[in-house]
């Protein structure tokens, strides 16, 4: 067996009880952060790693900001967003995703993915890889294994950029001095409404995605000397891609959103209801009235398709790059 990486353990373990105490996670949400931020963090290119940090850090401190105004817009509001085991997965799984092919591809020895990797058969790999040690090659090296690495590195960037970038026009966006429009009437609609936009949401989302784009950027050049000698080439790429996930991602989540998912309005309350049950508005006392998008999909399953879709246009198109 494979020996336990005592870093990554040490640091997934601290950033759960960081978000527990700080209610930034619930119990199940605590777990699954663990779990989740385990794997990624064992993953020998810590530079997924270092972005899934960063991503936490900016998106906590995000979620509190104006908490008091966003209890005034949203009924069922909490402190500091309390995200459960539910949300902490939709909001992980591509980049979760992406660190395991890269770990099996590329480091397939390395624990927990070694316990994966036991039940998968020798010949199923269709790719030649090559083994990654002691940062011999660039993880954003598009010769090896005809791009492989390249192209699950960009989709765990694709993931980030959007997730952060929608996270940042939401809880940001939503406390404009100016009503947002819906993305697909182009009409004013109350703050905290599915698929509703605005610019200064917008450009938060552009730099959410700048940023993890810049985090992963540092994050390779301090780590990997074959990728600090090519720095040139490598920041632009990053940086672009960042940028078009962050922005590119909230627009593709707020049109989910606006269709798919259906935004509830207290008229006389003038708050929006977040609930999702089939029959959520059944003896209420105030006026509801349906203000967007179909009840087919939640919020969550909304931030899962967003980001998968996004991550795998940003893998696709930046591992064509010539």
């Given at each position: 067996?494979?020996?336990?990486?005592?870093?990554?353990?040490?640091?997934?373990?601290?950033?759960?009880?960081?978000?527990?105490?700080?209610?930034?996670?619930?119990?199940?949400?605590?777990?699954?952060?663990?779990?989740?931020?385990f794997?990624?963090?064992?993953?020998?290119?810590?530079?997924?790693?270092?972005?899934?940090?960063?991503?936490?850090?900016?998106?906590?401190?995000a979620?509190?900001?104006?908490?008091?105004?966003?209890?005034?817009?949203?009924?069922?509001?909490?402190?500091?967003?309390?995200?459960?085991?539910?949300?902490?997965?939709?909001?992980?799984?591509?980049?979760?995703?992406?660190?395991?092919?890269?770990?099996?591809?590329?480091?397939?020895?390395?624990?927990?993915?070694?316990?994966?990797?036991?039940?998968?058969?020798?010949?199923?790999?269709?790719?030649?890889?090559v083994?990654?040690q002691?940062g011999?090659?660039?993880?954003?090296?598009?010769?090896?294994?005809?791009?492989?690495?390249?192209?699950?590195?960009f989709?765990?960037?694709?993931?980030?950029?959007?997730c952060?970038?929608?996270t940042?026009?939401?809880?940001?966006?939503i406390?404009?001095?100016?009503?947002?429009?819906?993305?697909?009437?182009?009409?004013?609609?109350?703050?905290?409404?599915?698929?509703?936009?605005?610019?200064?949401g917008?450009?938060?989302?552009?730099?959410?995605?700048?940023?993890?784009?810049?985090?992963?950027?540092?994050?390779?050049?301090?780590?990997?000397?074959?990728?600090?000698?090519?720095?040139?080439?490598?920041l632009?790429?990053?940086?672009?891609?960042?940028?078009?996930?962050?922005?590119?991602?909230?627009?593709?989540d707020?049109?989910?959103?606006?269709?798919l998912?259906?935004?509830?309005?207290?008229?006389?309350?003038?708050?929006?209801?977040?609930?999702?049950?089939?029959?959520?508005?059944?003896?209420r006392?105030?006026?509801?009235?349906?203000?967007?998008?179909l009840?087919?999909?939640?919020?969550?399953?909304?931030?899962?398709?967003?980001s998968?879709?996004?991550?795998?246009?940003?893998?696709?198109f930046?591992?064509?790059?010539?």
């Open positions: 067996m494979a020996p336990i990486p005592l870093i990554p353990l040490t640091v997934a373990t601290l950033l759960s009880v960081h978000g527990l105490r700080s209610r930034s996670l619930s119990f199940s949400g605590a777990v699954t952060a663990f779990v989740v931020g794997s990624i963090l064992a993953v020998p290119v810590r530079t997924i790693g270092v972005t899934l940090i960063i991503f936490y850090f900016i998106g906590s401190r979620t509190k900001y104006g908490k008091k105004r966003k209890a005034q817009l949203e009924d069922d509001y909490q402190d500091a967003g309390y995200r459960s085991g539910a949300q902490v997965l939709c909001n992980s799984f591509t980049a979760l995703l992406a660190s395991g092919i890269w770990c099996l591809a590329f480091a397939p020895d390395i624990f927990p993915w070694s316990l994966v990797n036991s039940y998968i058969h020798p010949g199923s790999v269709l790719l030649e890889t083994s990654y002691d011999q090659w660039c993880p954003l090296d598009i010769t090896v294994s005809s791009g492989l690495s390249r192209a699950v590195m989709a765990a960037l694709g993931h980030f950029a959007c952060l970038g929608d940042l026009a939401s809880e940001l966006g406390l404009s001095s100016r009503p947002p429009v819906l993305i697909t009437t182009l009409k004013t609609v109350p703050p905290g409404t599915n698929g509703g936009v605005s610019l200064g917008t450009l938060a989302s552009l730099f959410g995605g700048l940023s993890m784009g810049v985090t992963m950027f540092i994050s390779l050049i301090v780590e990997n000397a074959r990728c600090r000698s090519s720095w040139m080439t490598i632009p790429s990053l940086v672009f891609w960042g940028s078009v996930a962050g922005a590119g991602g909230s627009l593709l707020s049109f989910l959103g606006a269709t998912q259906r935004t509830r309005y207290s008229v006389d309350k003038k708050i929006i209801l977040t609930g999702h049950s089939a029959e959520p508005d059944r003896g006392k105030d006026t509801v009235k349906v203000i967007s998008g009840n087919l999909l939640t919020n969550n399953q909304v931030n899962l398709l967003s998968m879709g996004t991550a795998l246009i940003v893998a696709r930046a591992t064509s790059e010539t």
